[in-house]
């Protein structure tokens, strides 16, 4: 069933409603940081439509469908715990608190503020590469 822009805009609403802006923020994050891994292994393979791009980039031990679930939950794990760094990065920022503390999404819409969660994630994504590069 293809989705309406209303329906779309609803189904966040009783999202944001159930779990507050900081939960949608949590999971979005996730979600983006897990796609982009994807991504980013599945370019390593030069070939994009093989599920196997995940398996050849991590581990040659991958075997089994079992495995490559363990793998993806495991992976999906790790992407929530540097969501949840992200949000509380950007929770820091006084020009950004309000969207949480006040549930004022709409400041999303304002360029300035999508510019600063941009160069937030961004900062925030060097400093893992950094991380994983000293092997913390």
């Known amino acids: 069933m293809l989705l309406n822009d209303t ?13 507050g802006v900081e939960g949608f ?41 079992q495995e490559l679930e363990e793998f993806e939950e495991q992976l999906r794990d790790q992407c ?12 820091d920022q006084p020009e950004l608190a309000p969207i949480f503390e006040d549930a004022d999404v709409e400041l999303l819409e304002h360029e300035d503020v999508e510019e600063m969660i941009r160069n937030t994630m961004h900062e925030m994504i060097e400093a893992w590469e950094d991380e994983d590069l000293e092997g913390n």
């Open 7 to 19: 329906k779309i805009q609803n189904n966040i609403d009783e999202f944001v409603e159930a779990h």
């Open 80 to 91: 929530a715990n540097r969501a949840d760094e992200l949000v509380e990065k950007i929770q």
């Open 25 to 65: 923020f949590r999971v979005y994050f996730r979600e983006y940081l897990f796609q982009l891994l994807n991504e980013e292994i599945e370019a390593a393979t030069n070939d994009p439509e093989s599920d196997s791009a995940i398996q050849l980039h991590f581990s040659q031990n991958v075997e089994t469908n």
